[in-house]
């Protein structure tokens, strides 16, 4: 669905449409565990305005190819955000229920800005409105794989996005 060379170009230009905004600014990355775990670490790469960076895991699809709704926090950030300019890095966003869940949670801690950046989105899914000011990808609604992106633990080191074909 997505191409690895595509990925690459896509993951360039918002690393740099990014750097243009929080020009003169600290960054304060957080990776949504396990799936962003490779578009984060690329687009960090791609980002040259100082930044740090933490992770959160959180729970709502399990093995499952369907998100069941249910959002729990696996891993917290070790960090304080308050104050600080936030980018929530998501691999997807479906339902965009997860999402919601977790823009309120880090609302609640008081950053300076909280904004998000999605690899991939689909729009046709999605059950919530929700502001995505970077987005790499809308694709259309089909349950994909690699790039960190997977079925039941698997496909994540995939260098491309695919469709899971069962």
Not at 20 to 43: I, M, N, P, Q, T
Not at 47 to 70: K, L, N
Request: net charge negative; glycine share 8%.
């Amino acid at each position: 669905m997505v191409s690895q060379e595509d990925l690459e170009r896509r993951v360039l230009e918002l690393g740099a449409e990014i750097s243009r905004d929080y020009k003169g600014k600290e960054l304060f990355l957080v990776g949504v565990l396990k799936g962003a775990v490779f578009f984060l670490s690329d687009l960090m790469r791609a980002i040259d305005v100082p930044c740090e960076v933490d992770f959160m895991a959180v729970a709502s699809y399990g093995s499952s190819t369907d998100s069941s709704g249910v959002v729990r926090i696996l891993k917290d950030l070790d960090a304080t955000i308050e104050g600080k300019d936030v980018l929530i890095v998501e691999d997807i966003i479906d339902s965009g229920l997860t999402l919601s869940y977790l823009l309120r949670t880090l609302r609640a801690r008081d950053p300076g800005s909280l904004e998000v950046c999605a690899l991939l989105t689909k729009p046709e899914r999605r059950k919530v409105d929700l502001p995505i000011r970077y987005t790499g990808f809308e694709i259309p609604n089909r349950f994909v794989i690699g790039y960190g992106l997977d079925h039941a633990e698997r496909y994540r080191n995939l260098p491309y996005v695919a469709v899971l074909h069962e």
